[in-house]
């Protein structure tokens, strides 16, 4: 099987080098590699050019759409049987390939994903900030955890998608958020099959500090309502949940205006996470910033969920008018 890895790129030339390095060391070579920067004022081509003579690699430069288009015009540009679709900020490690090879050689699928996990080298923060986004306790483990609370759907960090299934559904959308949901809904409703490879896991960075790591989720609580509004079936229990927790955590919050009693279930609840977190990442101290990247998990998913419903289901405002700051950004 031959693979096209699309990798868009926006202003992280650091993230790329350690990707492009990790793709250097696969057991399994018969891929190429497709770096699509996507209007960077800090381009990566100078990074890529290093890379030359070690992998079968193509740069491109194109004005900023978003990293839906970009993966797109990549796809465009593509020779292989599967496309790979990762994000910049991931490390491979060696047996990637190996474990996508023999998934498939043991079951066809169409499209797939794989897990993410933090590798050793990544800072505390790091490691919090990705046992809040892939903890049962958190996010229902449906991110590609054994215990989960809805189906699995591939995600872009981590997504195989085979070429003329991709090129059928045309790519991924315009949406600014969400849309790799999108695009995974898209597969499951045109009747493709998808599968989770367990074994084809990533090293995620994801975001390096807690104001980054409110954005991404508060956007992502957004997402799920345009996703509600394109495809009302989507909308799952597990997905309410962080919108109850933020509306929950301020009635308990005033409570405590009152009483202490309000205090005993909000430190019940950091309790189960610094345990989790602290055996998980063998770190008290990683279990005690697991705690707050947790909370901002849960009320900045939570915020953007009940702020895009009151806009886009109680106002009606389309996608862009409800959102046009949030588009650009």
Not at 7 to 21: F, K
Not at 99 to 116: I, Q, R, S, T
């Amino acid at each position: 099987m031959f693979y096209s890895v699309i990798i868009p790129v926006y202003n992280r030339p650091d993230e790329v080098n350690e990707l492009l390095v990790s793709l250097t060391k696969q057991h399994f070579t018969n891929f190429e590699v497709l770096v699509v920067e996507d209007g960077s004022t800090v381009p990566c081509e100078e990074i890529v050019n290093k890379f030359r003579e070690s992998l079968d690699i193509k740069y491109f430069f194109k004005p900023n759409s978003g990293p839906g288009q970009t993966r797109n015009f990549g796809a465009e540009r593509s020779k292989g049987d599967y496309l790979i679709i990762l994000d910049s900020d991931c490390i491979i490690p060696e047996g990637y390939f190996d474990a996508v090879e023999a998934e498939l050689k043991k079951d066809h699928a169409d499209a797939f994903g794989g897990p993410d996990r933090a590798d050793a080298s990544f800072s505390d923060m790091q490691k919090a900030i990705n046992y809040a986004m892939t903890s049962f306790f958190t996010t229902g483990g449906i991110r590609g955890g054994k215990k989960k609370l809805d189906k699995f759907y591939p995600r872009s960090f981590n997504m195989g998608v085979k070429r003329d299934v991709y090129m059928n559904l045309e790519g991924f959308s315009k949406m600014r958020f969400g849309e790799d949901i999108d695009f995974s809904i898209r597969i499951f409703k045109n009747n493709y099959k998808c599968r989770l490879f367990p074994d084809a896991w990533v090293y995620h960075k994801r975001r390096t500090d807690l104001k980054k790591f409110f954005k991404q989720v508060h956007n992502s609580g957004i997402a799920r309502i345009n996703l509600f509004k394109k495809y009302p079936e989507s909308l799952k229990l597990v997905h309410l949940l962080p919108a109850a927790f933020t509306a929950g955590l301020l009635f308990l919050l005033a409570v405590c205006c009152f009483s202490f009693w309000g205090l005993i279930p909000i430190l019940f609840y950091a309790l189960i996470i610094l345990l989790d977190s602290s055996f998980q990442n063998k770190s008290i101290k990683i279990g005690a910033i697991s705690i707050i990247a947790s909370f901002i998990q849960l009320t900045g998913y939570g915020s953007g969920f009940i702020r895009a419903w009151w806009k886009r289901v109680v106002l009606k405002k389309d996608e862009f008018s409800a959102f046009e700051k949030n588009f650009y950004k």
